[in-house]
C-alpha cells in the first residue's frame, strides 16, 4: 500500500526525533511492503524565518492532502518575544482547527523495563500500565460563550459548558472504535450528579454503546475517576471525556509513565485523519546534543499506522521493538534518570535509539 504523510519537523528537537521516525517508517515499509511517501512541510519558528508566518497556506493545503500528518514540536527562545498571537504555537491551534482535529487521543503506556520511573507503587502497576484518554477537543467549556456581568457581589466572569448530541455521538464513536482494537472497555467520565452537560452526555455515550455490544460500558464521576487513576489504574482501557475534564485527566494519567520522552499522541478528525505527535514541545536546551529521545515521536508513528492507516501488525511491530530496546537495557539520559541500577544500562544518543529501534523490527 501507499501512504502520503505530510512531515511537520518544526523546531528545536522537533527534526531530530522526526528524523529517527521516518528511519523506523522506512524500516516498516520495507519489512511489509508499504511505500510511504514523505512531504516534509513548515510550521511553527522555522516557518516564521522563511514564510513570516507560523503556518503558512501552503502547508495547511499539503497536510490537507495527506493521508496523516507527523509533527515533531514547535517552538523556541529565538520567538518567544513575539506578541502571542504570531508564535510558532499558534501553528498547532492553526493545524487542529484547519484539520478538524476534534479528538485527542493521550495513552498512558508503562512499559515494564522503566516502572522505576512511575511514582506509584510497584504493585498497583505490576504487569504493566496500559490506558488511552480519549479527550474531546474543539468544543464544551473551552470554546462556550463567556464575559463579565455585574452581580450583586460585584463583577462576575463566566464561561459556558455546552455540548450537542453530535459532538457528543462523534467523540464516543472514537473512543468505541479503540476500545474496539483495543481490551473492550470504554470508561466515559463526567459530572452528571451536578451538571446538565454531564447528563446529556451520559445519555448519548450510553446510547452510542448499544451499537458496540461486545464493548464494556461504565461511567465515572470526574472526581472519583482522578482518584481510580492513582488507586488502580490498571482497571482502565478507554476514557472518554470531555474537553475541559480530558485536559486534566490525560496530563494526570501519563505522569504514572514517568518521562515525557515517552509519550505520544494523535488527533483524529471524521474519516480516520490525524495529526500524529509527541507530548513534549521543542525542548531547546537539547536541540543539536544527540540527547533527545525519539520514542515519543516513533509511538505516535505507531498510533498513525493502528488509527489511520489500520496496520495493526505493523503498530504492534514498532511498539515491540521499543520494548525490546528498553528490555536490552538501552536508554536514552531522560529514562537513565530514573534508573534503580544505571551501572547496568548503557547510555544512548537519539540517532542510536532510532537505529537501534529500527534494527529490531
Ligand atoms: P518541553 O516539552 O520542550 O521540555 C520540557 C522538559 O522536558 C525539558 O527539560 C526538556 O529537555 C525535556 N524533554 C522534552 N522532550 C524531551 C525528549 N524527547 N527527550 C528528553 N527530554 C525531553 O517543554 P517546554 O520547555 O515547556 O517548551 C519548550 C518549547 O516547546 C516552547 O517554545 C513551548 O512553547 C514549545 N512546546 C511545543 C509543543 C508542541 O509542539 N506540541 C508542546 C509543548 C511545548
Given at each position: 500500500?501507499?501512504?502520503?504523510?505530510?512531515?511537520?519537523?518544526?523546531?528545536?528537537?522537533?527534526?531530530?526525533?522526526?528524523?529517527?521516525?521516518?528511519?523506523?517508517?522506512?524500516?516498516?515499509?520495507?519489512?511489509?511492503?508499504?511505500?510511504?511517501?514523505?512531504?516534509?512541510?513548515?510550521?511553527?519558528?522555522?516557518?516564521?524565518?522563511?514564510?513570516?508566518?507560523?503556518?503558512?497556506?501552503?502547508?495547511?493545503?499539503?497536510?490537507?492532502?495527506?493521508?496523516?500528518?507527523?509533527?515533531?514540536?514547535?517552538?523556541?527562545?529565538?520567538?518567544?518575544?513575539?506578541?502571542?498571537?504570531?508564535?510558532?504555537?499558534?501553528?498547532?491551534?492553526?493545524?487542529?482547527?484547519?484539520?478538524?482535529?476534534?479528538?485527542?487521543?493521550?495513552?498512558?503506556?508503562?512499559?515494564?523495563?522503566?516502572?522505576?520511573?512511575?511514582?506509584?507503587?510497584?504493585?498497583?502497576?505490576?504487569?504493566?500500565?496500559?490506558?488511552?484518554?480519549?479527550?474531546?477537543?474543539?468544543?464544551?467549556?473551552?470554546?462556550?460563550?463567556?464575559?463579565?456581568?455585574?452581580?450583586?457581589?460585584?463583577?462576575?466572569?463566566?464561561?459556558?459548558?455546552?455540548?450537542?448530541?453530535?459532538?457528543?455521538?462523534?467523540?464516543?464513536?472514537?473512543?468505541?472504535?479503540?476500545?474496539?482494537?483495543?481490551?473492550?472497555?470504554?470508561?466515559?467520565?463526567?459530572?452528571?450528579?451536578?451538571?446538565?452537560?454531564?447528563?446529556?452526555?451520559?445519555?448519548?455515550?450510553?446510547?452510542?454503546?448499544?451499537?458496540?455490544?461486545?464493548?464494556?460500558?461504565?461511567?465515572?464521576?470526574?472526581?472519583?475517576?482522578?482518584?481510580?487513576?492513582?488507586?488502580?489504574?490498571k482497571q482502565f482501557d478507554v476514557i472518554v471525556t470531555s474537553n475541559i475534564f480530558g485536559d486534566i485527566?490525560?496530563?494526570?494519567?501519563?505522569?504514572?509513565?514517568?518521562?515525557?520522552?515517552?509519550?505520544?499522541s494523535a488527533s483524529l478528525a471524521t474519516g480516520n485523519f490525524g495529526m500524529y505527535e509527541p507530548v513534549?514541545?521543542?525542548?531547546?536546551?537539547?536541540?543539536?546534543?544527540?540527547?533527545?529521545?525519539?520514542?515519543?515521536?516513533?509511538?505516535?508513528?505507531?498510533?498513525?499506522?493502528?488509527?489511520?492507516?489500520?496496520?495493526?501488525?505493523?503498530?504492534?511491530?514498532?511498539?515491540?521493538?521499543?520494548?525490546?530496546?528498553?528490555?536490552?537495557?538501552?536508554?536514552?539520559?531522560?529514562?537513565?534518570?530514573?534508573?534503580?541500577?544505571?551501572?547496568?544500562?548503557?547510555?544512548?544518543?537519539?540517532?542510536?535509539?532510532?537505529?537501534?529501534?529500527?534494527?529490531?523490527?
Amino acid at each position: 500500500m501507499k501512504y502520503n504523510i505530510a512531515v511537520v519537523p518544526g523546531d528545536g528537537i522537533g527534526p531530530e526525533v522526526i528524523g529517527e521516525t521516518l528511519k523506523v517508517l522506512d524500516r516498516i515499509g520495507e519489512k511489509y511492503g508499504h511505500e510511504f511517501n514523505y512531504t516534509k512541510v513548515l510550521a511553527g519558528g522555522c516557518a516564521i524565518d522563511e514564510k513570516g508566518e507560523p503556518l503558512p497556506e501552503e502547508t495547511v493545503k499539503i497536510c490537507k492532502e495527506s493521508d496523516a500528518v507527523l509533527l515533531g514540536a514547535v517552538g523556541g527562545w529565538k520567538w518567544d518575544t513575539l506578541p502571542g498571537d504570531q508564535r510558532p504555537e499558534m501553528a498547532l491551534l492553526g493545524l487542529r482547527k484547519q484539520l478538524g482535529l476534534f479528538a485527542n487521543l493521550r495513552p498512558a503506556l508503562l512499559f515494564d523495563e522503566l516502572a522505576a520511573a512511575c511514582p506509584l507503587k510497584a504493585e498497583i502497576v505490576s504487569g504493566g500500565l496500559d490506558l488511552v484518554v480519549v479527550r474531546e477537543l474543539t468544543g464544551g467549556i473551552y470554546f462556550g460563550e463567556r464575559g463579565h456581568k455585574q452581580t450583586d457581589m460585584g463583577e462576575a466572569a463566566y464561561d459556558v459548558e455546552q455540548y450537542s448530541v453530535g459532538e457528543i455521538t462523534r467523540i464516543a464513536e472514537v473512543a468505541f472504535d479503540m476500545a474496539m482494537k483495543r481490551n473492550k472497555k470504554v470508561t466515559s467520565v463526567d459530572k452528571a450528579n451536578v451538571l446538565e452537560s454531564s447528563r446529556l452526555w451520559r445519555k448519548t455515550v450510553t446510547e452510542v454503546a448499544e451499537k458496540y455490544p461486545e464493548v464494556t460500558l461504565e461511567h465515572l464521576y470526574v472526581d472519583n475517576a482522578v482518584m481510580q487513576i492513582i488507586r488502580d489504574p490498571k482497571q482502565f482501557d478507554v476514557i472518554v471525556t470531555s474537553n475541559i475534564f480530558g485536559d486534566i485527566l490525560s496530563d494526570g494519567a501519563s505522569q504514572v509513565t514517568g518521562s515525557i520522552g515517552m509519550l505520544p499522541s494523535a488527533s483524529l478528525a471524521t474519516g480516520n485523519f490525524g495529526m500524529y505527535e509527541p507530548v513534549h514541545g521543542s525542548a531547546p536546551d537539547l536541540a543539536g546534543t544527540d540527547k533527545a529521545n525519539p520514542m515519543a515521536t516513533i509511538l505516535s508513528a505507531a498510533m498513525m499506522l493502528r488509527y489511520t492507516f489500520g496496520l495493526l501488525e505493523e503498530a504492534d511491530a514498532i511498539e515491540n521493538a521499543v520494548k525490546k530496546v528498553l528490555a536490552d537495557k538501552y536508554r536514552t539520559p531522560d529514562i537513565m534518570l530514573n534508573e534503580k541500577d544505571p551501572a547496568s544500562c548503557k547510555e544512548i544518543g537519539t540517532k542510536e535509539a532510532g537505529d537501534l529501534i529500527a534494527a529490531n523490527i
